[in-house]
């Protein structure tokens, strides 16, 4: 099966999302968690190599799915950044997504 890098770039493509948000709001300190996840996510795209993943498992088309679930998460968040409803909910949200990708490609990663 053909190496996918669609999560590396949806990963990528939410953490440039994210960097023009925090870099075009007022931030506060309702802000403050929500740096610390966009930090945390540059830290796993710099350590994150879906091709060393894939030559690990043994269950493909198990991990292409859950790859895939992991890329909807990422393009949900880029969804919400987009939706302008800007408030405390919409950042808790935001975070709470981060907290669920990190959770789970790190039983991935090897």
Not at 8 to 24: G, H, I, P, R, V
Request: overall charge negative; cysteine-free; proline content about 0%.
């Amino acid at each position: 099966m053909a190496l996918d890098e669609s999560l590396y770039d949806s990963l990528k493509e939410t953490f440039f999302a994210l960097e023009n948000y925090l870099n075009n709001t007022q931030l506060t300190r309702e802000h403050s968690e929500l740096i610390m996840k966009n930090e945390e996510l540059s830290a796993l795209l710099e350590r994150l190599d879906i091709e060393a993943i894939e030559e690990q498992t043994k269950e493909i088309e198990l991990l292409h799915e859950k790859l895939h679930d992991l890329k909807n998460i990422s393009d949900g968040i880029r969804d919400t950044l987009v939706s302008g409803n800007e408030n405390g909910a919409m950042l808790l949200d935001i975070v709470k997504s981060l907290n669920a990708i990190f959770g789970k490609i790190n039983t991935l990663i090897v």
